[in-house]
């Protein structure tokens, strides 16, 4: 059983920085892909961002250059540095990792 907890959502101002945590427990997260998803209300599901367990990143076309994903092993934990929010990036931020989901954090990008 894997459990996935994200958290550093809240409101930030357009053009802002904040940073998620994906913190995990029941597998370590470097031996596979561990990713992050957002979903705004009544859209689908996007792809953010993930990262493979041989360190390889892949972004979405939409935060290409602005969003950064990391992982310290050491705390089985993931991050998701993002910079230059934009409102229409409001949504609840999604990790991960094979089968697993977490609850979600909320993200606000106020305009």
């Known amino acids: 059983q894997v459990q996935l907890v994200e958290s550093g959502g809240g409101l930030v101002q357009a053009g802002g920085s904040l940073r998620l945590s994906c913190a995990a427990s029941?597998?370590?997260?470097?031996?596979?892909?561990t990713g992050w998803f957002r979903q705004a209300p009544g859209k689908e599901r996007e792809f953010v961002a993930i990262?493979?367990?041989?360190?390889?990143?892949y972004y979405g076309d939409s935060v290409k250059g602005r969003f950064t994903i990391s992982s310290d092993n050491a705390k089985n934990t993931v991050y998701l540095q993002m910079s230059s929010l934009k409102p229409e990036e409001t949504a609840v931020y999604y990790c991960h990792y094979r089968a697993y989901w977490g609850q979600g954090t909320q993200l606000t990008v106020s305009s």
């Open positions: 990262i493979r367990w041989s360190g390889i990143t």
């Open positions: 029941g597998r370590t997260l470097s031996t596979y892909t």
